[in-house]
């Protein structure tokens, strides 16, 4: 079974239209990881955000935001008013306080169309 | 402050050759790891080094391939002979600490690797 399942494989929205990015996680670790990475097509893989299994509150950077939700195990990402320059995969992953690697999703294809 | 710094950045060679991947982590950073990225089965760990020690090596798809890391400050990810289905990006990434904390991993820029 996946450890982290992003359903979504591939996404295509207008500018300056809100999208999110779902992401559902498969623990039984009760302290736990979770981090969501942007690849542009340059290919380099870029650190967006950390949260840990202790702390539910939702964040907001700018347009970006996340919702951390551990009842549903999920750890979605909207983008508001989306931007061509959000054009990239998005990959969500795990780390398990007692696992021995990261867990990557597969990645979601998110095209914004000008 | 530098990045993971890997090369080379692309890289063309001939079927049965050896293949030689470079990779210096961040400064500080005690756990490195190698990813392979392709298109079919998206992001693999091939392995997983901490303090320079090989921790988890279970993703290394075969003999050919054999990494080391010789000090806290260089990998190497060796491919020899190399066969066009090795042909991908590999990606080394470091992490202050171990897998199962809360630090995240920082990627280099990856090396596109092209078996003809």
């Known amino acids: 079974a996946q450890k982290v399942t992003q359903a979504q494989t591939e996404i295509s929205v207008v500018e300056k239209e809100d999208v999110t990015l779902d992401c559902v996680y498969e623990?039984?670790?009760?302290?736990?990881?979770l981090f969501w990475y942007k690849q542009p097509p340059s290919g380099e893989l870029v650190f967006l955000i950390r949260?840990?299994?202790?702390?539910?509150q939702n964040e907001i950077s700018g347009r970006y935001s996340w919702n951390f939700q551990k009842s549903t195990s999920s750890f979605n990402f909207t983008i508001t008013a989306s931007q061509v320059v959000d054009s990239a995969v998005y990959f969500c992953?795990?780390?398990?306080?007692?696992?021995?690697?990261?867990?990557f999703g597969t990645g979601t294809s998110l095209t914004v169309i000008p | 402050d530098a990045g993971v710094i890997q090369s080379p950045r692309h890289e063309v060679t001939e079927m049965g050759q050896e293949v030689t991947l470079r990779c210096k982590p961040i400064?500080?950073?005690?756990?490195l790891f190698w990813y392979r990225q392709t298109m079919m089965r998206g992001l693999e760990l091939l392995i997983y080094?901490?303090?320079?020690?090989?921790?988890?090596d279970s993703g290394m798809p075969e003999d050919r391939f054999s990494a080391k890391m010789p000090n806290a400050s260089f990998s190497t990810l060796k491919i020899q002979p190399s066969e066009p289905r090795d042909s991908a990006v590999y990606f080394c990434?470091?992490?202050?600490?171990?897998?199962?904390?809360?630090?995240?991993?920082?990627f280099g820029d990856g090396t596109r690797l092209s078996i003809l």
């Open positions: 992953a795990l780390s398990e306080a007692r696992g021995n690697q990261f867990y």
């Open positions: 623990t039984r670790d009760t302290t736990y990881y």
């Open positions: 949260r840990n299994s202790f702390d539910e």
């Open positions: 400064s500080g950073h005690n756990s």
């Open positions: 080094f901490n303090n320079n020690v090989p921790i988890d």
């Open positions: 990434a470091s992490l202050a600490g171990f897998i199962g904390g809360n630090q995240p991993q920082h």
